[in-house]
């Protein structure tokens, strides 16, 4: 598999080529250290895949994509986060946050081999994608005019509201426009579990379990909520976590 690397930074491109050796199928053919290169090089290689930086001098990674004639699978690596909206609104494969983690690189090229795998030509927009996010997965998040990039492992809680989800990270507890069902659909099950009809919880999360009404259970979050679990879901629950 062919990949190029546009960066403006050497020290960058050097050390995604050495993350990239423990990738024997990806082969770097070629870099670019802007988007006029970069537009050469793609034209007269067409590579399967291109790490696009986002901020270079001249025109943006976005500026270059825009005038290719035919985009290749794109990883955008960028220490940079609030691009991650438009990045998916392009198609992108990922959005890697410099300093590229290697297990945030091998779950980009696993995507990649998916994709490969379904005969897919094109990366798959954020918002119709079916596969399961990891906990290490990181999601982008956006309320009115705030966003956020948000490490899967970090979210605590999903409550419905409607038809809308409030996510619990951190302070912030913005919402979505996703049922509580849409997203149980495409969460890890070891790691998150559908408490009752309006919560989803992170187990690794959970603070304290205290027994509760009708042989129910109250879980405790790291953030202070409350959530009772249900008792049909109780009884998962146990099953889940004895030994």
Not at 202 to 220: A, H, M, Q, T, V
Request: aromatic residues 8%; proline residues 5%; contains cysteine.
């Amino acid at each position: 598999m062919k990949a190029i690397i546009i960066d403006d930074e050497r020290l960058a491109r050097n050390e995604l080529k050495k993350l990239l050796m423990e990738f024997p199928e990806i082969e770097v053919v070629a870099e670019a250290a802007n988007a006029g290169e970069g537009i050469e090089k793609i034209e007269h290689i067409n590579p399967d895949l291109v790490f696009l930086d986002i901020q270079m001098p001249g025109k943006t990674g976005f500026d270059m994509l825009s005038e290719l004639d035919r985009t290749p699978n794109v990883i955008f690596t960028t220490a940079y986060d609030e691009y991650a909206l438009k990045a998916f609104e392009v198609n992108a494969l990922d959005y890697l946050l410099k300093p590229v983690e290697p297990k945030r690189l091998a779950d980009a090229i696993q995507k990649l081999h998916m994709q490969d795998e379904r005969g897919e030509t094109n990366p798959l927009p954020l918002n119709v994608n079916r596969s399961i996010l990891s906990e290490n997965d990181q999601v982008f998040v956006k309320d009115g005019e705030r966003c956020w990039f948000v490490k899967l492992s970090d979210i605590r809680l999903f409550e419905s509201v409607g038809n809308y989800a409030k996510v619990y990270f951190g302070p912030n507890k913005p919402l979505i426009l996703k049922s509580l069902n849409a997203l149980e659909e495409r969460l890890d099950e070891k790691t998150f579990f559908r408490a009752n009809r309006k919560h989803i919880v992170n187990l690794r999360l959970i603070d304290k379990i205290e027994p509760y009404f009708n042989g129910g259970l109250l879980l405790e979050l790291k953030g202070g909520e409350k959530i009772e679990v249900s008792r049909r879901q109780t009884v998962k629950f146990k099953e889940m976590m004895s030994l």
